[in-house]
């Protein structure tokens, strides 16, 4: 079993940065895949950034702007968000893909907005 408990959303205005955090517990290897979606009201739940083995994804929409990184000693993926646009509001959530199951967390929200 895998819990994942976020931190680090927030109001921000237009161009300011925040950073999310995710601590897993249980057994996470490198090779899982660490990431972050984003549900926005309205919208489906998309990929933002992605971790396996050291190898980045991004979604070109965040391409430039996000970092995402990994601490495999402590199980944590963080999520470095800079030149943030109203269009990055959404709820924000960690997944771990562990023996072909998703797992997530509760999410966070992140505001962008003047």
């Known amino acids: 079993q895998v819990q994942l408990v976020e931190s680090g959303g927030g109001l921000v205005q237009p161009g300011g940065s925040l950073r999310l955090s995710c601590a897993a517990s249980?057994?996470?290897?490198?090779?899982?895949?660490m990431g972050w979606y984003r549900q926005a009201p309205g919208k489906q739940r998309e990929l933002v950034a992605d971790?396996?083995?050291?190898?980045?994804n991004y979604a070109d929409s965040v391409q430039g702007r996000f970092t995402i990184s990994r601490d495999n000693a402590k199980n944590t993926v963080s999520l470095q968000m800079n030149s943030l646009k109203p269009e990055d509001t959404a709820v924000y959530y960690c997944?771990?893909?562990?023996?072909?199951?998703?797992?997530w967390g509760q999410g966070t929200q992140v505001t962008v907005s003047s």
């Open positions: 249980g057994t996470i290897f490198s090779f899982y895949t």
């Open positions: 971790i396996t083995s050291g190898r980045t």
């Open positions: 997944n771990v893909k562990r023996r072909g199951q998703d797992y």
